[in-house]
């Protein structure tokens, strides 16, 4: 048998608020839910903020380090050049100094034997030269 239709309405109106108040305790707890997730997402960008604050620190400080020791390194490589140049120069003077003594000594060499060739030729004339028929 088929109830009244005022019962079913009455039942009807009952299912109706009973679907409010969950649609309202659901609106509540939604809300409630939002306002956690913000908290937790807030709370997530603090955190990595200060976490990426904390790399950027450590990456500068770790770059200020390595450009430390280049700067160190690079100067002691301009030291080891320089000091490189330097025995280059001394070593270069050296043979230098050397050739010009070489030289100096071939130099006198020469002359002494130029001045040898020059008696022998002397000789020779004089023992060739003919007599003058006047």
Avoid: W
């Avoid at 130099?107 to 023992?127: A, C, F």
């Amino acid at each position: 048998m088929q109830e009244p239709i005022f019962v079913r309405v009455s039942n009807l109106e009952r299912r109706m608020d009973d679907l409010e108040g969950q649609l309202g305790s659901l609106r509540v707890e939604v809300k409630g839910f939002r306002a956690e997730v913000r908290q937790e997402f807030a709370k997530v960008g603090r955190e990595s903020a200060q976490e990426f604050a904390k790399v950027r620190q450590e990456t500068a400080q770790e770059f200020a380090k390595v450009r430390q020791e280049a700067a160190q390194e690079f100067a002691k490589v301009r030291q080891e050049a320089a000091d490189f140049r330097a025995e280059v120069r001394g070593e270069f003077a050296t043979v230098h100094a050397r050739m010009d003594a070489g030289f100096e000594e071939a130099r006198r060499y020469m002359l002494v034997l130029h001045e040898e060739v020059i008696g022998r030729i002397k000789t020779l004339g004089e023992r060739f030269q003919r007599p003058d028929k006047s």
